[in-house]
């Protein structure tokens, strides 16, 4: 369900349209147009609703400041200033059962993208964090809306702490400048991240491409984990990913177990 959005306390400051960049493989997509606000509750409830008015694919939705951003299912997202917070209104051509890939693409492309900035070795965790270290850098939550099989829009949203100091990071997560003393241009990041999730779009249509690349950087290849998940625990080594985005894990008694949701604790014994 949609969340109505007061958009007259919102404050865009600047929107701009920057020129395509096409992919080796894509005849045509169309123009990137960054719509920046200085506050917004939740730059993924804005793409939702301005998506359902039929705003045009590559519309993306960056806030300095999220006063409600969202994590997965209640979870709630810290975002301050000095974090990247942005959210991409996509049309895949792709059927409903197949979103997750979206997702693990997202991930992959955004670590790929903070590496190639800045040196920085983010990895992944199951299923959709980005870490560096052992500590939370990130996380992607992908919303859409389906009708039938066929995906009507879907909207990335992207959360990374950049720029936060100690005091402006909940326990467990890091910053970008926290790990490296610097302080980062969140405009060049957005945009390597964007040129990079457009130009590995295709692979949409490669799931073990996207699986095998996921799974390379993935930080529990191949550890002890225990995924909690509202029915109970599974506890055992991450074994591999699913080209359904699940994860199998094989436990104590050598079985195979598959899991599909949850929250993923790297256990140390
Ligand atoms: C996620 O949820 O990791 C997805 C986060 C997506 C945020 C982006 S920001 C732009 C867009 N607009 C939105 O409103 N959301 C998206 P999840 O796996 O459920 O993790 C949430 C948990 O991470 C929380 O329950 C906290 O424990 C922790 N957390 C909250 N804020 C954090 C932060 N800034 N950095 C690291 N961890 C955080």
Not at 14 to 36: G, N
Not at 92 to 97: A, T
Not at 133 to 156: H, P, R, Y
Not at 224 to 245: L, M, N, W
Request: hydrophobic share 40%.
């Amino acid at each position: 369900m949609e969340t109505v959005l007061r958009l007259a306390t919102a404050d865009i400051n600047d929107q701009l349209t920057l020129k395509l960049q096409f992919s080796a493989t894509r005849l045509w997509s169309p123009p990137l147009k960054i719509l920046r606000y200085k506050r917004l509750e939740s730059t993924n409830t804005t793409a939702y609703r301005i998506a359902q008015q039929s705003a045009p694919e590559w519309t993306v939705v960056v806030a300095d400041v999220q006063t409600k951003g969202k994590g997965r299912g209640r979870n709630k997202w810290d975002s301050p200033k000095g974090g990247l917070w942005f959210s991409i209104l996509l049309r895949p051509d792709l059927p409903s059962p197949r979103l997750h890939l979206l997702q693990f693409l997202a991930a992959i492309a955004t670590r790929e993208a903070i590496e190639n900035q800045t040196g920085l070795s983010a990895m992944l965790k199951w299923p959709n964090d980005l870490v560096l270290g052992n500590a939370k850098l990130g996380g992607i939550l992908i919303e859409s809306k389906t009708l039938g099989e066929a995906i009507s829009f879907a909207i990335v949203g992207i959360g990374l702490n950049i720029n936060q100091g100690k005091g402006q990071l909940p326990p467990g997560a890091i910053s970008m400048g926290l790990v490296s003393g610097k302080q980062y241009d969140l405009r060049v990041l957005l945009k390597a991240i964007l040129d990079q999730i457009k130009s590995s779009l295709d692979d949409l249509d490669s799931p073990s491409k996207i699986m095998n690349e996921w799974w390379r950087n993935c930080i529990h290849r191949p550890l002890r984990v225990q995924v909690t998940f509202p029915k109970g625990t599974v506890t055992g080594i991450s074994r591999a990913i699913d080209e359904d985005g699940s994860l199998l894990i094989e436990t104590d008694d050598h079985k195979i177990r598959k899991v599909n949701e949850g929250s993923l604790r790297i256990l140390n014994d």
